[in-house]
């Protein structure tokens, strides 16, 4: 069984920061081997990627809405990801979620990115007050 626990959401005022990060183990899966991501999901709406890392953490894509604002990094020897976001907007206002073991591509703000991911984490929220 593969668990993915993420933490760091919080409330915080537009322009300020906040970084999430996220672990993921379980049998069968080694944290180094598995490229990792970061997608969004509003009420109501799909499930947005924002970011993803390769397993050798050499090549990070983002989603166009957080290029210049958010970087995504991790440390295989902690098992941990982790996605430092800056200057916040209100529209970043939303639940994070992170998933492990899909493909990660320029494309991962495409709505399909999602669903080459098959383990997932429940979510941590993300408020960005005005």
């Known amino acids: 069984q593969v668990q993915v626990v993420e933490s760091g959401g919080g409330l915080v005022l537009a322009g300020g920061s906040l970084r999430l990060s996220c672990t993921a183990s379980?049998?069968?899966?080694?944290?180094?081997?598995?490229?990792m991501a970061w997608f969004r999901q509003a009420p109501g709406k799909g499930r947005e990627g924002v970011s993803c890392?390769?397993?050798?953490?050499?090549?990070?894509y983002y989603a166009d809405s957080v290029k210049g604002r958010f970087t995504i990094s991790r440390d295989n020897a902690k098992g941990t990801l982790y996605l430092q976001m800056n200057s916040l907007r209100p529209e970043d206002t939303t639940m994070y979620y992170c998933?492990?073991?899909?493909?990660?591509?320029?494309?991962?703000?495409?709505?399909?990115?999602?669903?080459?991911?098959?383990?997932w984490g429940q979510g941590t929220q993300v408020t960005v007050s005005s």
């Open positions: 379980g049998s069968g899966l080694t944290f180094g081997d598995i490229n």
């Open positions: 998933a492990a073991g899909g493909f990660c591509r320029p494309t991962i703000g495409d709505s399909s990115a999602a669903k080459t991911y098959a383990y």
């Open positions: 890392l390769d397993w050798t953490g050499r090549s990070a």
